[in-house]
């Protein structure tokens, strides 16, 4: 097996291991998760604490409708004793009870969505905020339609299970309190018997809840190896379809559909357990209650309207419980989501530079000393790297596939840090000032072309969206662009689909150079910038940047060798080392790798 191919096994390895640990390595509880979203939330806590208030309000007012319904019971028992006076005020003060219950739980429900969906807003701000400060060896290996998943599904998910679980949590333990409260005062022996037999649903509840916890967790899982296929899919389509490879494609897509299915099937099975268990059990209750209050009631020890207050506690003092039971799958779900957030929220951030200097002027010096560098500490890759680059000079990259000419470039732009050595801008050790202002002294156009949904004038002026039209216009011009786009149908204003569907690879390419061309910084770096160009437009294009280079220093990765034979140096590439460097006549003097490789790309067949 060759050096690089070890090194891209380990990389899916090292990719595959950080998969694990993410999703399973960070098991907490739910009081853990449950703390670091009220932390995240605390700017909100008025929220929450005047939904206690309309709950306490709620739950008074509600305590109050069986006593007056009891007594308006009371009030028509008896032959010829049916008071139709007493009925009157209990029944208009019942349902004035009702309506105050009403109006704050209208109100409670108002506060705890507003408190829900603030934080939820802050933590997707946060997790957005946090992928962009994660190192870039993290977003290398780490799936992108899982990250994507986190950021969507796993929110939405929390969102909807705190929603249902908190709210019902401060509903339910103001209600458990005062139901408890009045029972006591009514009847100790009743109050006695439902405080016994009641928590019989939370000990089912709690056995249900543990059977079914790692099945949710599994669940939110899959649901991201789901995101991630589709988004890989549908971002290949295109390749799948030219490799007719859709019967393929439907089978894997078949084998993660059903597990999800699977794992999905089993973990509402168990959760639906819960709500009829706790039902049951309130049944149970509701049933024993009446029976010993009945029998209180032939003795002569409680009246009729106690034993019917009672009843309608019981079912008051069940409800909590059996509201919480009936929304377990979603409480289990947002657990189980909110973990995978705040793992990534967790993740160590890239080593901060707050306190180091901007590179305030560039001349386009670059010193690059000893350096060694490897992703992975086992596969060596640059080892012992020298190179002094003067203003102005054109330093070309060439070598096989896989060589690492885009390591250099990481290494260059401080996508990556070096194992050891020094790079050095104008004198500057890049490890001691900010990478913003590094990477600002550098325009860079890679072979992959990124566009966003915004308009022609956005994305080529996306550098420095101030900047005036006609400075626009002008770098179109310099980057061959410009008639066509006076051919679209809203020329500089017209809109780019998202990833630039809308355009042709060659199109898309010519945009992004037209976008560098724009900001004319100290230094440039072109990776394979013109690879998806034909080659009359790729000569003009090589004409416009002699011109943008003229003056700054210029690092090419090039494949098609006959562009970069003007380069002040060329470094040749293999394995990850430089192993040659000179002009292009010197190499070809030297008949050594680059000569063959020059060679065989115009050799007569």
């Known amino acids: 097996m060759s050096e690089n191919s070890q090194m891209s096994s380990e990389l899916v390895r090292q990719k595959e291991t950080r998969h694990f640990k993410s999703r399973f390595m960070k098991?907490?509880?739910?009081?853990?998760?449950?703390?670091?979203?009220?932390?995240?939330?605390?700017?909100?806590?008025?929220?929450?604490?005047?939904?206690?208030?309309?709950?306490?309000?709620?739950?008074?007012?509600?305590?109050?409708?069986?006593?007056?319904?009891?007594?308006?019971?009371?009030?028509?028992?008896?032959?010829?004793?049916?008071?139709?006076?007493?009925?009157?005020?209990?029944?208009?003060?019942?349902?004035?009870?009702?309506?105050?219950?009403?109006?704050?739980?209208?109100?409670?429900?108002?506060?705890?969505?507003a408190y829900n969906y603030k934080a939820t807003y802050k933590i997707r701000d946060l997790l957005f905020k946090k992928i962009n400060s994660l190192p870039l060896s993290f977003i290398d290996t780490t799936s992108h339609g899982d990250l994507l998943s986190r950021m969507i599904n796993d929110i939405d998910v929390m969102t909807d299970g705190f929603l249902e679980s908190f709210a019902a949590v401060i509903s339910g333990i103001v209600s458990l309190v005062g139901t408890l409260v009045a029972m006591l005062i009514l009847n100790i022996p009743l109050a006695l018997i439902i405080v016994t037999l009641t928590p019989l649903s939370i000990i089912s509840s709690a056995y249900i809840i543990k059977k079914s916890k790692k099945y949710f967790n599994l669940e939110v899982q899959s649901l991201g190896d789901l995101s991630g296929y589709l988004e890989e899919y549908i971002a290949g389509e295109r390749v799948v379809k030219a490799f007719n490879h859709e019967p393929e494609s439907v089978k894997d897509f078949a084998k993660i559909n059903q597990n999800y299915y699977k794992i999905g099937e089993k973990s509402q099975f168990y959760s639906n357990l819960s709500a009829p268990t706790t039902r049951f059990v309130n049944g149970i209750v509701y049933g024993v209650v009446g029976l010993f209050g009945a029998f209180q009631a032939i003795r002569g020890i409680i009246s009729v309207d106690i034993i019917s207050t009672f009843l309608s506690y019981a079912n008051s003092f069940g409800r909590p419980f059996?509201?919480?039971?009936?929304?377990?799958?979603?409480?289990?779900?947002?657990?189980?989501?909110?973990?995978?957030?705040?793992?990534?929220?967790?993740?160590?951030?890239?080593?901060?530079?707050?306190?180091?200097?901007?590179?305030?002027?560039?001349?386009?010096?670059?010193?690059?000393?000893?350096?060694?560098?490897?992703?992975?500490?086992?596969?060596?890759?640059?080892?012992?790297?020298?190179?002094?680059?003067?203003?102005?000079?054109?330093?070309?990259?060439?070598?096989?596939?896989?060589?690492?000419?885009?390591?250099?470039?990481?290494?260059?732009?401080?996508?990556?840090?070096?194992?050891?050595?020094?790079?050095?801008?104008?004198?500057?050790?890049?490890?001691?000032?900010?990478?913003?202002?590094?990477?600002?002294?550098?325009?860079?156009?890679?072979?992959?072309?990124?566009?966003?949904?915004?308009?022609?004038?956005?994305?080529?002026?996306?550098?420095?969206?101030?900047?005036?039209?006609?400075?626009?216009?002008?770098?179109?011009?310099?980057?061959?662009?410009?008639?066509?786009?006076?051919?679209?149908?809203?020329?500089?204003?017209?809109?780019?689909i998202e990833g630039g569907n809308n355009l042709s690879q060659g199109e898309k390419q010519l945009l992004c150079i037209a976008r560098v061309m724009l900001l004319k910084p100290p230094m440039l770096i072109l990776d394979e910038a013109t690879s998806n160009i034909d080659t009359r437009t790729e000569m003009n294009i090589q004409n416009a940047f002699?011109?943008?280079?003229?003056?700054?220093?210029?690092?090419?990765?090039?494949?098609?060798?006959?562009?970069?034979?003007?380069?002040?140096?060329?470094?040749?590439?293999?394995?990850?080392?430089?192993?040659?460097?000179?002009?292009?006549?010197?190499?070809?003097?030297?008949?050594?790798?680059?000569?063959?490789?020059?060679?065989?790309?115009?050799?007569?067949?």
């Not at 209208?106 to 506060?111: E, M, N, Q, V, Y």
């Not at 202002?437 to 002026?461: C, H, P």
Request: with cysteine; hydrophobic share 45%.
């Open 546 to 605: 002699n011109n943008i280079m003229h003056g700054r220093t210029s690092f090419v990765v090039a494949h098609r060798l006959s562009t970069i034979t003007n380069a002040d140096i060329i470094l040749v590439m293999n394995k990850g080392n430089v192993i040659e460097q000179g002009t292009h006549q010197e190499l070809l003097d030297k008949k050594g790798f680059y000569y063959n490789l020059y060679n065989s790309q115009f050799a007569k067949v």
């Open 27 to 113: 098991n907490r509880s739910a009081f853990q998760i449950v703390s670091k979203v009220f932390k995240v939330a605390r700017p909100y806590r008025q929220y929450l604490y005047l939904t206690f208030l309309f709950d306490f309000i709620n739950s008074i007012a509600e305590l109050l409708v069986p006593i007056f319904l009891g007594k308006a019971i009371g009030a028509a028992i008896g032959k010829g004793n049916v008071n139709f006076k007493l009925i009157t005020i209990y029944s208009l003060v019942m349902i004035g009870c009702v309506l105050i219950a009403a109006l704050f739980n209208a109100l409670g429900s108002l506060t705890i969505n």
């Open 322 to 496: 059996n509201e919480i039971s009936s929304n377990i799958s979603d409480i289990q779900s947002s657990f189980a989501a909110a973990g995978r957030v705040f793992n990534i929220l967790e993740e160590p951030d890239e080593v901060s530079d707050e306190n180091l200097p901007d590179l305030l002027s560039c001349d386009g010096n670059v010193s690059i000393k000893n350096v060694n560098f490897s992703y992975i500490p086992k596969v060596k890759l640059i080892q012992n790297f020298n190179l002094e680059v003067k203003q102005g000079m054109k330093v070309a990259i060439v070598g096989p596939t896989g060589c690492g000419k885009s390591t250099l470039i990481n290494l260059l732009m401080r996508f990556y840090d070096v194992n050891s050595g020094t790079i050095s801008v104008s004198g500057n050790n890049i490890k001691e000032i900010t990478r913003s202002s590094l990477r600002n002294k550098y325009g860079m156009v890679l072979q992959e072309t990124w566009l966003f949904n915004a308009s022609i004038r956005d994305n080529i002026a996306y550098g420095n969206p101030n900047i005036p039209l006609d400075e626009v216009i002008a770098a179109a011009k310099l980057a061959g662009i410009h008639e066509f786009i006076e051919k679209m149908p809203n020329k500089y204003d017209t809109m780019v």
